[in-house]
């Protein structure tokens, strides 16, 4: 299994909802991230986690929370999101923090109205 | 910080070579990994480079000099759906982090 699975795939949100993007890798890694990406830029980007501790945070808004809940999960979990935060939101991971391939899942298309 | 450069824009023919270039910063440079990128889809991956030299899979060439902080993708025999953007990304040890370039975006002309 070579696959980095991202749920879901679209999600129109409210600037006063709660939501959650999920990602899961069963490849073994100890590094997931998360990136955003705007339209005709390239993949920013927002948080690290290695062996299931947060590495870095790139100075992201207190509204994006990720969390680890084992190995192979990783949540981003939305609040109180702005209209500019819409963009594709991708989850990667690799066998270590900056080392190896850097798989990707298919992104998570978040719209906030 | 660790820059990537690569070109904003390239147009090449159907049936033609393009090599899209990258340079990038050596300190703490692990390996290069170049992605293409469709409009509205996720990133897949084409090649990575860890040590100097060409890597070939089929129509895609990826080229590294370390010493040099340098590296190309070349394209051979261009299809229209070669149209896409290409990134190139250098992993960094200690940081934890792979860095992207800004992206070319490739226009495949007929």
């Known amino acids: 299994d070579t696959e980095v699975t991202q749920t879901p795939k679209h999600l129109v949100m409210g600037m006063t909802n709660k939501k959650s993007l999920k990602c899961e890798q069963h490849m073994g890694h100890r590094a997931m991230y998360w990136y955003k990406q705007k339209a005709k830029k390239p993949p920013e980007l927002m948080f690290v986690?290695?062996?299931?501790?947060?590495?870095i945070n790139e100075s992201v808004p207190s509204r994006f929370s990720p969390e680890c809940p084992n190995s192979s999960l990783l949540n981003l979990h939305l609040h109180a999101l702005q209209p500019e935060d819409s963009a594709l939101y991708l989850c990667?991971?690799?066998?270590?923090?900056?080392?190896?391939?850097?798989?990707f899942g298919e992104g998570s298309r978040l719209t906030v109205l | 910080g660790q820059n990537i450069d690569q070109p904003t824009e390239m147009t090449a023919t159907e049936g033609a070579i393009v090599q899209i270039n990258c340079t990038y910063q050596?300190?703490?440079?692990?390996?290069l990994f170049w992605y293409q990128q469709h409009a509205g889809e996720a990133p897949t991956f084409l090649s990575y480079?860890?040590?100097?030299g060409l890597e070939e899979k089929g129509r895609f060439s990826s080229f590294l000099s370390r010493s040099k902080g340098y590296s190309y993708l070349l394209l051979k025999e261009l299809q229209m759906k070669d149209s896409a953007s290409y990134l190139c990304a250098g992993g960094y040890l200690g940081t934890y982090k792979y860095i992207f370039g800004t992206g070319t975006r490739l226009k495949v002309l007929a």
């Open positions: 480079n860890v040590l100097d």
């Open positions: 990667a991971s690799s066998q270590d923090p900056g080392a190896g391939e850097l798989f």
């Open positions: 050596t300190s703490g440079f692990n390996g």
């Open positions: 986690y290695s062996y299931e501790k947060l590495s």
